[in-house]
């Protein structure tokens, strides 16, 4: 679908007042199916409203959000080759975003702070797992390809920003697959990392963990440059892994602090982390043990662990969490009082994808 003379019209709107900033409530984004199976792109309001359900062909991951205009990414769940461009405003679908032959994306992409450049993860399955980051330009008629970058290392996950917002951070996932499936070819090789890179491609750090079947997927980036990874473990079912990690400021990259029982607790699977600026917080959600947890960002003591049923996506919103839900109610944590209070929240029941991002 074409955008005719998108950012020229677009510009002059971005003094007007778009949704969720300037002073107005802020909108929630993510993918969510219907009980038949059909796939929408989804903004909302923390009150239960629903701003919009664009129906979309393919099933969505992760959102990203342009910082000037009132366009989001809502990007393929891997090994999808079609991302959808759509209007903060009204819902509209501006552009189905199409990756080359031989690519399909991982579900997340980064768009630079200036406006004009996006960054997605993807695959080269010319070479099964290989990570690019698909480099992508806003021009007068939407996002055109313009190349790609290594991401140094397998099956690339998220991408993210540091602070200095030059620098990216990636999380390569170290799973080998092939186009079109979800079957891993080297769980008896993996090669998961964290990889500091700038925006030319090139390496500036390449860390692993202790254990090589431990899939780091997501990431949260805190204002200091704390960076928060959690992972999927691959390996023997009774083994007992880590699945949260943590590279502080000038520090290495290790396993967050977390006791014995909430590992058991976290079904070796987990799907979405945040971090919560202000209040010092990470949340994170383990879908198939049905949990939410919630620490000291700076200690790492427990804070919270609440049975979520399905615990899908988690972003930080003023007061504390909001978290979705695969199978239940979406629910609202505030962790700014002494106690922390859950309420349920008035959105669409179940069916939500594991990830929430806040438009501020």
Known sequence: MAM??????????????????????PMLLSARDDAQGRHYAVACRLDGRVLFATEVPLRCHAVVD????????????RPGCESYLIDLRNGRLLQRLATPSGRHFYGHAALHAGGEWLYATENDTSDPGRGVLGVYRFQANGLTREGEVPTHGLGPHEV?????????????GGIRTE??????????????SLVLMDRAGRLLSKETLALPMNSIRHLAVAADG???????????????????????????????????????NMAQYTASVAVHD??????????????????????????LEAQVPDCAGVAAVADGFVVSSGQGRCRHYRCSGEVIQASALTLPSGGWDNHLHQVA
């Open 4 to 25: 005719p003379n998108l950012l020229e019209g677009a510009l002059a709107l971005v003094g007007r007042l778009l949704p969720g900033r300037k002073g107005r409530a």
């Open 66 to 77: 342009h910082p000037h205009l009132p366009f989001a990414l809502w990007v393929a769940r």
């Open 160 to 172: 993210s920003w540091m602070p200095d917002g030059e620098t990216l951070v990636v999380a390569n």
């Open 179 to 192: 186009a079109e499936s979800r079957v891993e070819m080297n769980l008896q090789a993996m090669e998961p």
């Open 226 to 264: 704390t960076i928060l990874a959690c992972q999927q473990y691959m390996g023997a079912s009774d083994d007992l892994a880590p699945l949260l990690a943590i590279k502080r400021p000038g520090q290495s990259f290790e396993a967050f602090p977390v006791g014995d029982a909430q590992l058991r």
């Open 278 to 303: 202000s209040l010092r917080l990470v949340a994170l959600t383990a879908p198939r043990a049905n949990r939410l947890f919630i620490w000291a960002l700076d200690s790492g003591a427990p804070v």
